[in-house]
């Protein structure tokens, strides 16, 4: 790579140069939502549409002669709902606005006679159709749970904004109606019949359009998600695979999560050349790469802009979770975003690893008493497991998972005894028991991945709940024992997010600052596991390997944050079925790198 890599002084640097969001779409969005929030006010509070303000929403669009309450509110919730996607550049956005806009101006003029509002509805036109190039953004991934999550959303807020509706009248509504009966007139409303709350005067007209104007809305953008065309997520197709399977083949050695790339769940970007990809998975608008490109680091540049040009063509926020190092180094440089230390990679040299010794004395004394328990340990590779076997390991893994999801990305493969994964190294314990259980003698699993031809990489840890505390340690100073024998001479453990401020922060002379962080890590802990992980990790004295996040601004980090975490497994959005109707896939299942909650309080 020409020009040689920065200094990591460098990749922590903000670089202006990178891609920022567009203006023009920034300000049409929040326009949008403006507008969306007057028109509803304008259809709802009926002192608001006498007031100064209504002067000014009088003639946006939506406001329209009679039927004004409803129209705004009906305009005002679909404005509303186009914001976003207009921030976004996103083409179907710009297309249903710029229907809207000259509707609203028709409108404007057929019912209201209003020249000023058709006027003022062009002039919010005309940006949109002089920008419209800005606006070119292809569709996010989607599937049918996008309607469902509508309906159950607007129907909410439906409700919501209807009560405001029937109780903003105080001085029409005829006697004192109960909360119960306001309610109830709201669910006959929005389905276009008559509630039990009477009015004076055109006021019943007013809340009965108002009512039927967030039905119908409900109805037709649910309809419209559950019947249009779909946009699923990408997956790895098997030419994609073989493809990356020769990248690793050739350059698999340089990162430990390489093999990770393999998983099926994600989309993969190739450089020109063909000589290095990206592989990433979309969720909640962020493109979320893991790890560093695949193949040759010369080729890396050409990668990382095809991934940057997909992002920018569905206006996806571009992140990278866990890149190395040098990876984080060569994404600041060719794209100009920033990178963040998140943690650290417990890497162990398998030639320096032994029992031996003061700092070991924990886990040879656990590792002893689990032996004289009457447990052994078999460490092989996938392909000299028999089919039976392997299906029993399959089912037990499933079985033993600490959550009711299956948790892992960046460090998980997704899968076990796949034929094309025959390197994949197993360690398994067994106990023979008076009683046989469902998995015969098996009562804990490690699995690994390859990293490149003398590396190993941890991709799931398993247990019986049943077995005695302190299977992991024992499973995997077995798989380091025996890790000469398959040619393997370092293996990499848990990722450690925040190691360094948790091992500072407790040393002597920590700042307050570095206290209090420290503290919050601890707490947060209690969820997510920070703490444990890094203890449990430390026991097998590694060398630690910083990993970073990359990301384009400051603040898109919430936002990179929580795709993390639903990518990670922690944040489930779906509506899962029940356990008993799930179908097993555990070819395709993702795995935990991690350890369950269980493990880690066992350890």
Not at 304 to 319: L, N
Not at 350 to 376: C, H, P, T, W
Not at 408 to 424: E, H, K, W
Not at 547 to 572: C, H, K, N, T, W
Request: aromatic share 8%; proline share 5%.
């Amino acid at each position: 790579m020409s020009g040689g890599v920065p200094s990591r002084s460098s990749a922590m640097r903000r670089i202006v140069r990178g891609p920022r969001p567009e203006a023009v779409p920034a300000l049409v969005g929040r326009a949008c939502a403006l507008v969306g929030v007057l028109d509803i006010a304008a259809g709802v509070f009926p002192r608001f549409r006498h007031s100064r303000m209504h002067a000014i929403a009088e003639v946006l669009p939506g406001a329209l002669g009679p039927f004004a309450a409803a129209l705004s509110l009906s305009t005002g919730v679909l404005l509303l709902l186009l914001a976003h996607g207009l921030k976004r550049r996103k083409r179907r956005a710009w297309r249903a606005a710029v229907a809207l806009l000259p509707a609203g101006a028709v409108a404007q003029f057929v019912y209201r006679h209003s020249i000023v509002g058709a006027l003022i509805s062009v002039a919010l036109l005309l940006p949109l159709l002089r920008h419209r190039d800005e606006f070119a953004a292809l569709p996010d991934p989607r599937s049918r749970w996008r309607a469902l999550a509508n309906f159950v959303l607007m129907g909410a807020g439906s409700l919501v904004l209807g009560l405001v509706i029937v109780s903003v009248h105080p001085d029409r509504t005829i006697g004192d109606p109960s909360v119960a009966d306001r309610l109830t007139h709201v669910m006959y409303g929005l389905f276009g019949f008559e509630g039990p709350v009477d009015y004076q005067g055109n006021t019943s007209w007013t809340v009965a359009f108002s009512l039927g104007a967030l039905g119908w809305i409900t109805a037709i953008t649910t309809i419209y998600l559950a019947f249009r065309p779909e946009h699923p997520a990408a997956q790895l197709t098997e030419e994609d695979e073989s493809r990356l399977r020769a990248l690793l083949d050739k350059h698999g050695s340089r990162d430990s999560l390489g093999h990770f790339a393999l998983r099926r769940d994600k989309a993969v970007v190739f450089s020109p050349s063909g000589k290095a990809a990206v592989t990433y998975r979309v969720v909640s608008g962020v493109m979320l790469a893991s790890g560093d490109p695949i193949g040759d680091v010369e080729a890396w540049p050409g990668a990382i802009e095809r991934f940057m040009d997909e992002a920018k063509a569905h206006s996806w926020t571009p992140a990278v979770m866990g890149c190395s190092e040098t990876g984080g180094e060569v994404w600041t440089r060719e794209t100009g975003l920033d990178a963040l230390e998140l943690g650290d990679e417990a890497v162990v040299d398998v030639a320096d690893f032994s029992l031996a010794g003061r700092a070991m004395r924990n886990v040879r004394q656990m590792v002893k008493r689990i032996e004289r328990a009457g447990y052994e340990t078999r460490v092989r590779r996938i392909r000299d497991l028999g089919e039976a076997e392997l299906e029993r390991i399959r089912r037990a893994a499933e079985d033993w998972r600490g959550t009711d999801t299956e948790r892992g990305f960046s460090m998980a493969l997704g899968r076990i005894g796949d034929p094309r994964d025959g390197d994949c190294l197993i360690a398994t314990a067994h106990k023979t028991d008076d009683e046989p259980g469902e998995y015969g003698d098996l009562k804990a699993i490690l699995h690994f991945v390859p990293w490149g031809t003398d590396g190993a990489s941890l991709d799931l840890m398993r247990r019986d709940r049943s077995a005695d505390p302190g299977m992991n340690e024992l499973l995997i100073v077995a798989a380091l024992q025996a890790a000469p024998k398959f040619g393997i001479t370092r293996v990499s453990l848990n990722f450690a997010m925040f190691r360094s401020a948790l091992a500072r922060g407790e040393k002597i002379g920590a700042g307050p600052v570095l206290r209090a962080w420290r503290g919050l890590l601890v707490f947060l802990s209690r969820w997510f596991q920070i703490e444990s992980l890094y203890k449990f990790n430390a026991k097998f004295q590694p060398r630690w390997e910083p990993r970073f996040v990359v990301y384009r601004a400051s603040g898109d980090l919430p936002r990179i944050g929580f795709a993390a975490m639903q990518a990670e497994g922690f944040v489930d959005l779906a509506l899962p079925l029940p356990r008993f109707l799930r179908r097993r896939t555990p070819a395709r299942r993702p795995c935990s790198h991690g350890l369950a909650e269980r493990d880690v309080k066992a350890a």
